[in-house]
């Protein structure tokens, strides 16, 4: 089955910071990358769709300026949070598919921690 | 405005009995629905889904029934294993091209099989 991963799988940085993280398909070109957002015990939440090559659509109510994607490569999308704040404390999840892709495949998801 | 609702939080159920999951959504616009296992820190992992077109789809122990005109679809599981306690989650989406279509998440269903 195809496989996603993500880096780092969680991270701790002080409120004011940066933070990057990785989504990469592994065995198979994605044509299509979504980040998702789950806070403890609710839902995954659609952050944003990205097609590589072009710019990411964003979903209502997130700031796309907070939260920078870019998907470069057909196997390669990145997140990164900008001037992270305790209340961007979550994890987060991407997932993938390609061209004979007919489901999204999630990777591990990275949980986030702003001090 | 959740679209897709599952309105148990939890269920326990005992080894080798039957385990259904319920979903409920709201967009008449949805023609395609997911389930997702979930375990606590990962991402969620494909588990079967189901076409408009059709009412019901079988995959081994796991069956997914879909009431296109109650808006409701059903995961079943039989026999229930220790190995199924987990998070699952209902998603839908909409338009022909499944694997690049944003999904909506319901809320999950924490299942616990009972040994």
């Known amino acids: 089955g195809a496989v996603v991963s993500q880096h780092p799988s969680w991270v701790i940085c002080k409120s004011g910071t940066s933070v990057k993280i990785e989504c990469r398909s592994l065995d198979f070109q994605a044509t299509t990358m979504f980040w998702y957002r789950q806070f403890p015990k609710q839902s995954l939440m659609l952050m944003a769709t990205s097609n590589e090559g072009s710019k990411a659509t964003y979903e209502q109510g997130v700031e796309k300026d907070k939260f920078l994607i870019n998907h470069a490569s057909l196997t390669l999308s990145t997140l990164t949070v900008t001037s992270a704040h305790p209340e961007d404390s979550s994890f987060y999840i991407c997932?993938?598919?390609?061209?004979?892709?007919?489901?999204?495949?999630f990777g591990p998801g990275t949980r986030l921690t702003v001090t | 405005d959740q679209q897709v609702k599952q309105n148990s939080p939890s269920l326990s159920v005992q080894e080798g009995r039957i385990s259904i999951l319920n979903c409920d959504y709201t967009?008449?616009?949805?023609?395609?629905f997911l389930w997702y296992k979930k375990y606590p820190a990962e991402g969620p992992t494909f588990l079967i889904s189901i076409s408009s077109i059709k009412d019901k789809n079988e995959d081994g122990r796991f069956t997914v029934f879909l009431n296109k005109s109650a808006k409701h679809l059903s995961l079943h599981i039989v026999p229930s294993q220790p190995g199924d306690s987990a998070v699952y989650f209902c998603a839908a989406s909409a338009g022909s091209n499944f694997g690049n279509e944003k999904l909506t998440f319901g809320t999950g269903t924490r299942l616990t099989i009972i040994p």
């Open positions: 967009n008449s616009m949805f023609d395609y």
């Open positions: 997932s993938a598919s390609g061209q004979e892709a007919y489901e999204q495949y």
